[in-house]
């Protein structure tokens, strides 16, 4: 049978203590390094899907750039033309400007 001494098990539970304090730090720090992990691939996910839902937009804006290059082509009137993007609208200058219709 293992007998303790009051002394002994005061030094061995200072002893636990310590290796559960550097214990709980060191499950803090690992935790903290996996839930930044699972934080930047979340969000990382989630810029993606956002981005990939407008491609829909983008083609879209494509498509009315052509279609008022194709139609003012045939008409003296050069025409930018505005397109959203996250809610923004952008405006996309028609390259004819720049290549000296004045």
């Keep these: 049978m293992l007998a303790l001494t009051l002394e002994t098990a005061k030094q061995l539970a200072v002893s636990v203590v310590v290796i559960f304090v550097v214990g709980a730090f060191l499950a803090a720090w ?8 699972f934080a930047t691939v979340f969000v990382l996910g989630l810029l993606a899907f956002a981005v990939f839902t407008q491609r829909t937009s983008l083609q879209d804006c494509a498509d ?12 003296v009137t050069v025409t930018d033309t ?6 923004v609208t952008i405006t996309v200058k028609d390259p004819r400007l720049d290549g000296g219709a004045a």
């Design 30 to 37: 690992i935790m903290k390094t996996i839930v930044q992990k």
């Design 82 to 87: 505005d397109c959203s993007f996250f809610g």
């Design 64 to 75: 009315k750039v052509q279609g008022n290059f194709e139609r003012i082509g045939t008409d």
